[in-house]
């Protein structure tokens, strides 16, 4: 019923910069919030920015300053610039959203398949 369908990952230079797109399609009625985790291998998936349907934005401690979560509402897509890379930030990026579906009061969550970002020279 609904697919987030993420795009923009790629290896690149520390330093360098990257946007990843996570766009939303289905029966969507409303989307409360999408956010943006990350998992690097044998770590668990954290939390990286989270932005409201208000349009309040919180990162995660290690990417302030560094990274911008954004929204397209008419597109149903939210967007993460990534500026500054380090090589701690290589993971895959997984996009998430609270969607309710029409016909639906409640929220449900809903996950991409990830994309992968590697920082390296």
């Known amino acids: 019923q609904v697919q987030l369908v993420e795009s923009g990952g790629g290896l690149v230079q520390p330093g360098g910069s990257l946007r990843l797109s996570c766009a939303a399609s289905?029966?969507?009625?409303?989307?409360?919030?999408m956010a943006w985790y990350r998992q690097a291998p044998g770590n668990q998936r954290e939390l990286v920015a989270t932005l409201t349907s208000g349009g309040s934005t919180n990162n995660a401690d290690s990417v302030k300053g560094r990274f911008t979560i954004s929204r397209d509402y008419a597109k149903n897509t939210v967007y993460l610039q990534m500026n500054s890379l380090k090589p701690e930030d290589t993971a895959v990026y997984y996009c998430n959203a609270q969607i309710v579906l029409y016909g639906s009061r409640y929220e449900k969550e809903y996950w991409g398949q990830g994309t992968q970002v590697t920082v390296s020279s």
């Open positions: 289905g029966s969507i009625f409303s989307i409360a919030a």
